[in-house]
């Protein structure tokens, strides 16, 4: 997964170097790919599309020609690839005076390196997510991620993908059905019905906050909160629970997507997937895989390691997700 260039460290250029970057790499799986799509690119920006929407077929008399489709581009988002890096450095005095061994350790400092490459994609994309209501962070139409007013491309009636109403229920079982409804009822920029959240298993994203309420409504026999013997709707059929730690509000108000301190509220959003339509839409692309370097300044006695990523994440189109703050509140955005 990764790649590895070392020079001048008698310790770092044994090929074991290697084998520790990869087998830490595979310790920490992504999770941005569970909804979005992994794609390799050698372009400086690429502009994507959301979904225009081909119409139905239709009836045409005996030899008579078929109608042809008119193409319209939904809104556009562009992607243009970042560079991520961090460095470390350690004097040769820090290394003769690490009092208890740590902060020299080569095999140590490249495999934290390694799990903070696959963890920052992760911090990175889910800001989407992170920032999916907040309204100075906007998608191609200028409106937030999630938004009570989505217009149309053919100027038609605009369309949400949060509670029309913009009140923010909490998660239970109830709401989470009507938020699939949300999910459910879209058009395309043509004023086309979809097929969104009917040919696949919704995904349910929430910060650990919610893991809880999120378990019972996928994985209890009943309904939950009742004591009859009422079917769960949702078990085994209709959802996959994903509790995202990147969600929370923790990596929030690390990368200053938030600067509230009310944690338990920012934790309380949810989001509902249909991850057929999310991996046509949310784009993770990268230039390549991330590289490691390590190296020592001969003339100062430094030892460096770095880590380089590039990459690029963006919303192509909103169909097939779906979220509420949770809160109660009544959002208008």
């Known amino acids: 997964m990764a790649t590895m260039n070392t020079a001048g460290f008698s310790e770092l250029t044994a090929p074991g170097v290697e084998m520790w970057m990869e087998e830490e790499a595979k310790l920490h799986k992504p999770a941005f790919t569970r909804i979005f799509a992994l794609e390799t690119t050698s372009r400086l920006y690429e502009d994507d599309s959301s979904i225009a929407g081909v119409d139905f077929p239709e009836e045409i008399s005996e030899g008579g020609s078929s109608p042809e489709d008119e193409f319209l581009l939904g809104y556009t988002w562009r992607y243009e690839p970042k560079i991520y890096a961090k460095k470390i450095a350690i004097t040769k005095l820090l290394e003769l005076t690490d009092l208890y061994g740590q902060v020299s350790k080569p095999e140590s400092r490249a495999r934290e390196l390694s799990k903070k490459a696959v963890m920052g994609r992760d911090v990175n994309a889910f800001a989407i997510f992170r920032n999916a209501f907040t309204s100075t962070v906007t998608y191609g139409d200028g409106k937030p991620f999630i938004s009570t007013a989505h217009p149309r491309k053919d100027g038609g009636t605009a369309q949400s993908n949060t509670f029309s109403d913009g009140v923010q229920r909490a998660l ?89 301190t009310d944690r338990e509220t920012y934790d309380a959003r949810y989001f509902l997937l249909d991850p057929y339509y999310t991996k046509k839409e949310l784009k993770f692309k990268q230039l390549q895989d991330f590289d490691i370097k390590a190296w020592q300044d001969e003339d100062t006695s430094i030892w460096y390691t770095r880590v380089r990523d590039y990459y690029a994440v963006g919303i192509s189109g909103w169909y097939g997700v779906a979220g509420s703050l949770g809160d109660g509140t009544t959002y208008s955005s």
Do not use: C, H
């Not at 086309?192 to 999120?214: F, H, Q, S």
């Not at 909160?225 to 509790?243: C, E, I, L, P, Q």
């Open 172 to 260: 239970s079982y109830d709401n989470l059905k009507l938020l699939e409804d949300v999910v459910i009822e879209v058009y395309s920029n043509k004023g086309i019905p979809i097929d969104v959240g009917l040919n696949a298993k919704l995904i349910l994203m929430v910060a650990p906050y919610n893991r809880e309420a999120a378990l019972q409504i996928a994985e209890a026999d009943g309904t939950p909160g009742t004591a009859d013997n009422s079917v769960n709707y949702f078990k085994g059929r209709n959802v996959d629970v994903f509790v995202n730690p990147y969600l929370s509000w923790r990596y929030a108000y690390k990368m200053g997507d938030t600067t509230s």
